[in-house]
């Protein structure tokens, strides 16, 4: 009797050879998902946290400015953390000058209406931080790039001009996961500082988010801006053919975190 060898017979496939083959391919299969669907799945659920963050905070800055524009004495806003870091910041800084016609002298004279720290709330998550800064919601990626994700409360109409200024009070600050509660209370009476005859506006705003105030600053209130991004600000300028008249709102808040 002539026995054939396994490669030539037309015989079924020896079940080692089988099993060989299935364990390759399940190799294979979960090689590939480890190295490709892992992270995959890491990133989408990073994304899906960040989004959720930047929805959260377009809720939380809707209730404070309640506060800044004295519709509510405190908010209290919950927020759910995935890791990271939340507290306020120091880093912010907003200096505001008006050029007024003086009758008494007569002549145009320079007046200072804001030099003070504005500060604000800030969240960092995988490299993203997500702010609440004077009214606004301010976002700033991996990249650098800067984001308005909710406008400040800035109002231009009928030669009348608007400026909060909401600066925070607080040093808390919290990491890790789980739900936090953000509160913010009002610290001392909102007071309202008015200015006649104004013919020229002067605003520089110190932020990490300097390059996307300078794109509100230029799109809304179509003022004349630079950046000096040695200086992390930016610098605006608008002179006005008619006098207008500015309010200055001070609101400032007191921010503490549960």
Do not use: C
């Amino acid at each position: 009797m002539v026995r054939k060898n396994i490669i030539e017979s037309d015989n079924a496939v020896s079940e080692v050879v089988d099993v060989v083959l299935i364990l390759g391919i399940m190799l294979i299969a979960i090689t590939v998902i480890t190295v490709a669907g892992f992270p995959a799945l890491q990133n989408l659920q990073e994304s899906g946290h960040k989004e959720n963050i930047r929805q959260s905070f377009i809720v939380l800055g809707e209730n404070v400015n309640k506060v800044v524009f004295d519709n509510a004495p405190s908010q209290s806003v919950e927020l759910k953390m995935y890791g990271g870091g939340i507290w306020v910041t120091s880093d912010s800084h907003m200096n505001m000058t008006l050029q007024t016609w003086n009758s008494s002298i007569p002549a145009k004279e320079n007046q200072t209406a804001i030099d003070s720290q504005i500060r604000s709330l800030q969240n960092e998550f995988e490299g993203t931080t997500i702010s609440y800064e004077n009214t606004g919601v301010w976002a700033k990626y991996q990249t650098g790039d800067a984001v308005m994700v909710r406008e400040p409360q800035f109002v231009f109409n009928d030669n009348l001009l608007v400026i909060p200024f909401a600066p925070i009070r607080g040093t808390d600050g919290i990491a890790g996961k789980g739900l936090i509660r953000v509160i913010a209370r009002e610290d001392g009476v909102p007071s309202v500082y008015s200015y006649q005859n104004v013919s020229a506006v002067d605003i520089t705003i110190k932020s990490v988010y300097y390059t996307a105030w300078e794109d509100y600053l230029r799109d809304t209130l179509e003022m004349q801006v630079e950046v000096n991004n040695t200086e992390s600000s930016v610098h605006a300028h608008k002179d006005y053919t008619e006098n207008i008249d500015v309010h200055v709102l001070k609101s400032s808040l007191d921010m503490s975190i549960e």
